[in-house]
């Protein structure tokens, strides 16, 4: 199943407390294989199946500190390989 390309984007300011638990939420979908995000702007859904590439990393530049976390997947129709191989020698 082809799904349209679609993004979604949210940026806010928010207490330790509220983005731990938008992480837990987060991670329970994973867990679930749903991550729904939604916001008055719009809504994507993704489906987390198979094993999925995760980068994390830290910095710290004078005042500015940041964390990122980037998830990655391919669904398997999608992946460009083709499941059947045909091989002939005449």
Partial sequence: ?????????????????????????VAKGIGKGKVKFSDERGEIVMHPEGLLNLKITGSRDDRRHRINIRITWQDDDESGLSENLSITSK
């Fill in 1 to 25: 199943m082809k799904q349209s390309n679609s993004n979604f984007r949210h940026e806010s300011i928010q207490d330790p407390e509220t983005i731990q638990a938008l992480l837990k939420a």
